[in-house]
Structure formats: C-alpha cells, structure tokens
C-alpha cells in the first residue's frame, strides 16, 4: 500500500507515488473506464493526480473531470495538481502563431479558473508554474497566488522545471512557501542532481516531483550507447534485488535520492500502476546506485 507524506514543511500530504494523466487522451477509455482506472489506483494508494491545463490539447482536464462527475464523492479521497503558462498553438486558438510563455496575474487567474471548470472541481490542492517564463514578474505572480488561494481556489503553490535561482527569485516574494518544483529525473537524465536544484529542495526540507522517470522509453528501446550501457546495467541490479522489471529498479533509483523525489507515473494500465507501487518495497544500495550513474555516463566516479 502507497503512503502519503507531507511534500514541505507547509504541506500539503501526497502519496508516495503520482498517477500522471498527461497521456489520458491517449489511452481511448469511456468516461466509465477513467472512473474505474481513479479508482483502482486510489485502492493502491495513489492518491495524488498530476494534471496541466494543456495536457492532450486541453483535453485531459476535462475527460478527468467528466469522470469525476460519475461519483463526485471520489474529490474527497484525491489530491489534484495542475500546472499553467504555456501557450500552445492549437486550433483552439487559431491566432497563436507560437508556442510560448505567459506568467501574467490575468492569465494564471484565467488558467486557474478554466482548470477549475474542466475539472469539474471547486478548489485545486497544488497549482505549478509549468516552465520558466523569462517575462515573469515574481511580485505579479506572488500577488496572483495570494489572490487565489485567498478566494479558496488553490490550497498550494509550487513550480516546475525551475532552476535554483528562479526558484528562490519567486520564493522570495511569496508569503505563502512554494512546496515542490516537479523536474525531470531518470538515468538517463539527472542534471538536476548536480545543478543545484535538488541541493536546493533538500535544504528547504520539499520534495521535488519527478516526471518522466522512464525517461519516455528510451530507457527500455532506446539505441543509444548510453540507453544500452543504463538498461544492461539496470537488468543486473533487477536480477540482484529480485525486482520484477528494470522499471522497479528505476523507481528505486529516483526515490533513493536524499531530496526524496515523488516519482510520477505515466502509464494508464493498471498492471504497470501495480507494478509501480511495488518498487517501494526495494532498497539498493549505494554502489548499486552509482553503478547506475557510471552506466548512463559512461566513465567511472571522479
């Protein structure tokens, strides 16, 4: 069973392990079936959802929220995050010309509000700054976020994919603590590991949220060097430690790191769901975690 953990020293609590649904546009299931699929994973103890307002074209929100509409007392067992400021072209809005950033007061209330309504929701427990915005205002921002958590829409605050300055530029202006920066860690990518970022997190007592931690599969078909060095690797410590799937040992890997990184899963068959939850029961080693780290850069320890 997956248990919940308080993410900073404000909260709020999520589960050890994240259901991601950036994919649920992908996955063809009827409204029934995405209601069955929430919960299955909250039987598990998943309990936390990751969501972005422009995940699926601007459409995930809105097939998770028609689920929820099925049994609304489910709002009660979950906790839901979000993400706003990326601008993509779509043929919603056929006047975009690019892709592009937008930090404004107006446009996070906006986003926050149509996130609010696709979700079939009242409240969002944690809203991210999706990606760095370089035209972002951090007192314009922290205004939006005080608004909107003072008007009961957003319980939480937090950012994704930001460096550590642009982290502590927006923290501090804020009066209520960010509480996570969701970043990509996997073996094949780890930068965060050693920019600074992870340092950071772990000096403040938050736990980042990891994204892409199958590193979209190319872990498992990718014809890299690397990607073969890190998948023979990762198959010989699944063999030590009696892991069902290398995708175990990856789940280990990023949850044995000291900042303690809430791993996001992407997958939307429950079997795989299942298999991800039961990573938390490994323990590797620390040789066995820098093996790995010597396979995906292919040199030895300095």
């Not at 990023?254 to 795989?272: D, H």
């Amino acid at each position: 069973m997956v248990s919940k953990m308080t993410i900073a020293p404000q909260g709020p609590e999520l589960s050890e392990l994240v259901q991601g649904y950036w994919r649920l546009a992908e996955w063809g299931m009827t409204a029934k079936n995405r209601l069955s699929f929430l919960k299955q994973h909250i039987d598990l103890g998943i309990t936390t959802v990751d969501h972005a307002d422009i995940y699926g074209g601007y459409q995930c929100e809105s097939l998770f929220g028609e689920a929820l509409k099925l049994e609304p007392s489910i709002r009660e067992q979950i906790e839901i995050v979000t993400k706003c400021d990326i601008m993509l072209c779509d043929a919603q809005y056929p006047t975009r010309r690019i892709n592009y950033y937008d930090t404004s007061a107006k446009h996070i209330h906006q986003s926050v509000d149509n996130s609010l309504k696709r979700l079939s929701i009242e409240q969002i427990d944690l809203l991210l700054i999706h990606r760095p915005d370089l035209l972002m205002d951090a007192d314009e921002v922290a205004d939006a976020f005080s608004e909107l958590y003072k008007v009961g829409k957003v319980k939480h605050f937090g950012v994704s994919n930001f460096t550590p300055s642009q982290f502590n530029l927006l923290q501090s202006r804020l009066s209520k603590p960010l509480v996570t920066n969701q970043v990509e860690i996997n073996p094949i990518n780890f930068d965060v590991a050693h920019d600074g970022t992870l340092d950071l997190l772990q000096m403040n007592r938050i736990k980042p949220m990891a994204w892409s931690c199958l590193g979209g599969g190319s872990i498992f078909t990718g014809s890299s060097e690397q990607a073969k060095r890190v998948r023979d690797e990762l198959e010989a410590i699944r063999c030590e430690v009696g892991a069902e799937s290398i995708e175990q040992v990856i789940y280990a890997w990023v949850r044995m790191l000291p900042s303690k990184p809430i791993p996001i899963i992407g997958s939307g068959k429950i079997e795989r769901v299942k298999i991800a939850a039961d990573s938390l029961k490994l323990e590797l080693t620390r040789e066995q975690w820098y093996r790995v780290w010597v396979a995906s850069k292919g040199h030895n320890v300095p």
